[in-house]
């Protein structure tokens, strides 16, 4: 094991690489190889890489791909998706096509707003804190004009400050819960700069306020941050079509519909599944907030508590047959932007957005909240029908044989055996013993 390190983020990059290799791995001089093989060519793309975080040694690569013939509300989009996981892609184009042919998918905006908090203690009399905030709260707001004012020229700012008394949960415990509406920005640095301010503001007009008794004026801030739960930063995407148009080579289309709504009730019911159908779900979304520069991790965090929200972990799909017409949609909150963060530096998120036509943040979250429903159509139309095997382990398959390492004849070779074979590890592993010993 290695020893602790100090002021390793004052090393320079060779130095940090130096002493990786030499502490942590077995072979320094490949570990150095393989660093500097991920480097951009471009020194200056390079440190433009070097400084989105500290102590970037290299560039860890993910696979950057399209699923294109995506109609969202009458317009067609190539989708970038960056993922590793074999099959999603595949999964995405397919069901893009599948619904391009019948009708394509409807996306609406059910809310964009955003919410964050100003925890703080608060040892006296309700109704005078309460008194205290009406007081207060013009200068709460005054006291962020110059955070806001950009903000309010393009139509957003602070929706609302509230006070809220969460004392049934932790002794002398309040909230400034406050709602802004950040447009095209996923607005998290607006949001916690206003917090951050109305926290001082809000310490130095207690102490100010005269109604107050010595000890209430001492207002005490424990933290002010945005949050990653917006259940009013909602989107709803959804597809529907005649029972007769899901026409379905391997089972007849009404079987087919019931199957799948049973399979979604059943994600609904239950949370073990439910998990695993929602995963599903983000590797559609992930992979197109990852390809356009959000932050997964805010994502993710929102939409699995807004899964929950009802007290048990839950679809956040839905599926129904009504009067010979089978619909099947999602509702998610998606905390995303077009415009700050990385958007405007890493030149692939640039070239994302560009391929999506430069969307809003509005038309973001209708095509990641749409991606996701493609993706759960074709992880459950699967489930429910072939069993999700046969076309993951056809698009693994590359990976297997890579591993084996297999050049590219015996590639070649062994996926067109393949095309009508099982593929399992065991079988691929015989096929490729096979004809190496030929
Ligand atoms: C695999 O990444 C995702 C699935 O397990 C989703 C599902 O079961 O619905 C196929």
Same mark, same amino acid.
């Given at each position: 094991m290695n020893t602790p390190v100090e002021g390793f983020s004052k090393l320079t990059k060779t130095q940090k690489i130096d002493w990786i290799a030499t =502490?942590?791995?077995?072979n320094p001089k490949g570990t150095k190889q393989l660093l500097e093989q991920y480097w951009n060519t471009d020194p200056k793309v390079q440190k433009l890489h070097d400084e989105? *975080?500290? =102590?970037? *040694?290299s560039n860890y690569y993910l696979p950057f791909a399209i699923a294109p013939n995506f109609k969202i509300n009458g317009e067609l989009y190539a989708v970038p998706m960056a993922i590793e996981e074999s099959s999603v892609v595949a999964a995405a184009s397919k069901s893009a096509k599948f619904w391009l042919e019948r009708g394509g998918f409807k996306a609406e905006i059910i809310g964009t707003e955003k919410v964050g908090q100003v925890h703080f203690i608060y040892k006296g009399d309700k109704e005078r804190l309460s008194n205290f905030f009406v007081s207060a709260k013009p200068e709460l707001l005054k006291s962020v004009a110059s955070i806001t004012q950009n903000m309010e020229k393009r139509?957003?700012? *602070?929706n609302n400050i509230e006070l809220r008394d969460v004392t049934d949960k932790i002794e002398d415990y309040h909230q400034l819960h406050c709602t802004f509406e950040t447009l095209d920005a996923m607005g998290a640095n607006f949001i916690n700069s206003c917090l951050e301010q109305f926290a001082k503001t809000l310490k130095e007009q207690a102490l100010v306020? %005269?109604?107050?008794?010595k000890e209430e004026k001492n207002i005490e801030i424990v933290m002010s941050i945005l949050s =990653?739960?917006?259940? %009013?930063c909602l989107v709803k995407a959804e597809v529907s079509c005649s *029972?007769?148009?899901?026409?379905n080579a391997d089972m007849p289309a009404m079987e087919f519909a019931e199957k799948f709504v049973q399979a979604v009730n059943i994600a609904k019911a239950e949370p073990y599944r439910a998990v695993t159908h929602n995963k599903g779900i983000m590797n559609g979304i992930d992979a197109v907030v990852l390809a356009t520069g959000n932050d997964f991790r805010a994502v993710e965090a929102g939409v699995h508590a807004f899964a929950a929200k009802d007290g048990q972990y839950s679809s956040l799909t839905h599926a129904k047959i009504e009067d010979g017409v089978f619909k099947f949609w999602i509702e998610v909150p998606l905390a995303l932007g077009t415009v700050g963060g990385l958007t405007t530096l890493h030149p692939l998120v640039k070239l994302a957005l560009e391929i999506l036509q430069n969307p809003s943040a509005k038309e973001l979250m209708q095509i990641v909240a749409v991606a996701g429903l493609a993706q759960n159509f074709a992880a459950v139309r699967s489930l429910v029908t072939t069993g999700i095997q046969k076309g993951h382990m056809k698009m693994h398959l590359l990976n297997m044989l890579n591993q084996l390492g297999a050049n590219e004849t015996e590639k070649k070779q062994l996926v067109n055996y393949f095309k009508d074979q099982t593929v399992t590890n065991a079988s691929v592993k015989e096929a490729f013993e096979r004809i190496k010993s030929k």
């Open positions: =502490n942590c791995t077995k989105f *975080i500290e =102590n970037t *040694i139509g957003g700012g *602070i306020f %005269d109604a107050f008794t =990653n739960y917006v259940p %009013d *029972i007769s148009d899901l026409g």
